[in-house]
């Protein structure tokens, strides 16, 4: 079983920076793809960035393209999120997928952590 936590969010004005952080219980991603996904009230979890194994291919939702960037090393994951909006306000979810690849699908994660709040205000 591996548990995943993350940090990093909190309350922010539009046009702010937030770094969120992923880390493992097993203290490594291994050779297993990453995301990051969110979820605002009364919506669907839904994409937000994803990295293959290697994190040499990478994968936005075309909302948070050139502004959000994910990243990992052999512990953590890290999505780094420029020019907030509003929209953007959702629990983030860091999950590990089954396979060494980067997907934008839920059912490809089998590991999920409990989620770190974003607020952006207007």
């Known amino acids: 079983q591996v548990q995943l936590v993350e940090s990093g969010g909190g309350v922010v004005q539009a046009g702010d920076s937030l770094r969120l952080t992923c880390v493992s219980s097993?203290?490594?991603?291994?050779?297993?793809?990453v995301g990051w996904f969110r979820q605002a009230p009364g919506q669907e979890r839904e994409f937000v960035a994803a990295?293959?194994?290697?994190?040499?291919n990478q994968m936005y939702a075309d909302s948070v393209k050139g502004r959000f960037a994910v990243s990992r090393d052999i512990a953590t994951v890290y999505l780094q999120m420029n020019s907030l909006k509003p929209e953007d306000t959702a629990v983030y979810y860091c999950?590990?997928?089954?396979?060494?690849?980067?997907?934008?699908?839920?059912?490809?994660?089998?590991?999920w952590g409990q989620g770190t709040q974003v607020t952006v205000s207007s």
């Open positions: 990295l293959d194994w290697r994190g040499g």
């Open positions: 999950a590990v997928a089954r396979r060494a690849i980067a997907s934008a699908a839920v059912s490809e994660y089998n590991y």
């Open positions: 097993r203290r490594t991603f291994s050779n297993n793809g």
